[in-house]
């Protein structure tokens, strides 16, 4: 069956950077598009980012465009978000989406 397993969560300050993984199996991860999408305290879920299936396309939130970057490694069947510049008002859950299927997510937390 379809698995998403994210890492890479954490604690950083604001300005600093994490890099999210996701390791996904169960599919044909290279014909599919994938996404990132969050969910901060007390809030619904909000979509950041999303890439096509090979890399051709890469569409992101206004409140990331310029300091995330999504990419993937097709032939380790691995999504990755690279966040920098972080904000406070990153902190959330995030998590990586195959249509409507999601993982466990993995904590971010930007406090200074």
């Known amino acids: 069956q379809v698995q998403l397993v994210e890492s890479g969560g954490g604690l950083s300050q604001p300005g600093g950077s994490l890099r999210l993984s996701c390791a996904a199996s169960?599919?044909?991860?290279?014909?599919?598009?994938m996404s990132w999408v969050r969910q901060a305290p007390g809030k619904g879920l909000e979509w950041v980012s999303s890439?096509?299936?090979?890399?051709?396309?890469?569409t992101y939130a206004d409140s990331v465009k310029g300091r995330f970057m999504i990419s993937r490694d097709n032939a380790k069947n691995m999504l990755y978000l690279q966040m920098n510049s972080l904000k406070p008002e990153d902190t959330a859950v995030y998590y990586c989406?195959?249509?409507?299927?999601r993982g466990q997510g993995t904590q971010v937390t930007v406090s200074s």
């Open positions: 989406t195959y249509g409507s299927t």
């Open positions: 169960g599919f044909t991860f290279s014909r599919s598009a």
């Open positions: 890439i096509g299936s090979f890399a051709s396309t890469t």
